[in-house]
């Protein structure tokens, strides 16, 4: 079946620096991809989607300056949160969905900001 | 705009015990459903899924119907194990290829032997 490979899996950053997560959809084309934070009691919210070659859509209250995303070719999005914050310690979860009747998702980044 | 609501958990069962969670949603056309199950430390995989009205999904002993009249796609299985325990995802997409799904908060579900 259709794989969705994110990384990386887990991941430490000092406060201010900057993080990139990279999605690959490994077999199959993604013109649309999608990233959402999954909080601590459980719940996804979707962060923003992905358009290979044109601007994401960032959904409301996301920061488009602090969580930039790149999706410059079709099987690669990326996530970079920059100046990161403790705040911004959580998991990130790409998805793909290159059929009506299925979603496929990356195995998540753990980040931790310290 | 559409919306799933999924029982708070979390659900503590015994191995062998029946398991039901609840999910209604909203939604303005005729969307497709689905359920996601989450294992500790991992993301999202795919459980089931039904794409129309009176659908059932199955897989690894889980069932859910989706039913029009009620707005559900309940999720069951006859007989949890302990490897069952995982966090359980209720979700929607009314549209085409591309388009997002919408989530659920989750139901953790914890099985004892």
């Known amino acids: 079946g259709a794989v969705v490979s994110q990384h990386p899996s887990r991941v430490i950053c000092k406060s201010g620096t900057s993080v990139k997560i990279e999605c690959r959809s490994l077999?199959?084309?993604?013109?649309?991809m999608f990233w959402y934070r999954q909080f601590p009691k459980k719940s996804l919210m979707l962060m923003a989607t992905?358009?290979?070659?044109?601007?994401?859509?960032?959904e409301q209250g996301v920061e488009k300056d602090k969580f930039l995303i790149n999706h410059a070719s079709l099987t690669l999005s990326t996530l970079t949160v920059t100046s990161a914050h403790p705040e911004d310690s959580s998991f990130y979860i790409c998805s793909a969905r290159p059929t009506r009747s299925e979603a496929f998702f990356g195995q998540g980044t753990r980040l931790t900001v310290v | 705009g559409d919306s799933v609501t999924q029982m708070e958990g979390p659900v503590t069962l015994s191995e062998e015990a029946c398991l039901t969670i609840?999910?209604?949603?909203?939604?303005?056309?005729?969307?497709?459903l689905f359920w996601y199950v989450q294992y500790p430390g991992e993301g999202l995989q795919l459980l089931l899924k039904?794409?129309?009205?009176?659908d059932k999904g199955s897989n690894k002993g889980f069932e859910a119907t989706y039913r029009k009249e009620t707005t559900s796609f309940h999720l069951e299985k006859g007989s949890v194990q302990v490897s069952d325990s995982a966090v359980y995802f209720c979700?929607?997409?009314?549209?085409?290829?591309?388009?997002?799904?919408?989530f659920g908060k989750g139901t953790t579900l914890s099985v004892s032997s």
């Open positions: 077999d199959f084309q993604a013109t649309t």
């Open positions: 992905s358009n290979e070659g044109s601007k994401a859509t960032y």
């Open positions: 039904a794409t129309k009205a009176d």
């Open positions: 609840n999910c209604t949603y909203t939604a303005t056309g005729y969307p497709s």
């Open positions: 979700a929607l997409s009314e549209g085409q290829a591309g388009t997002a799904l919408i």
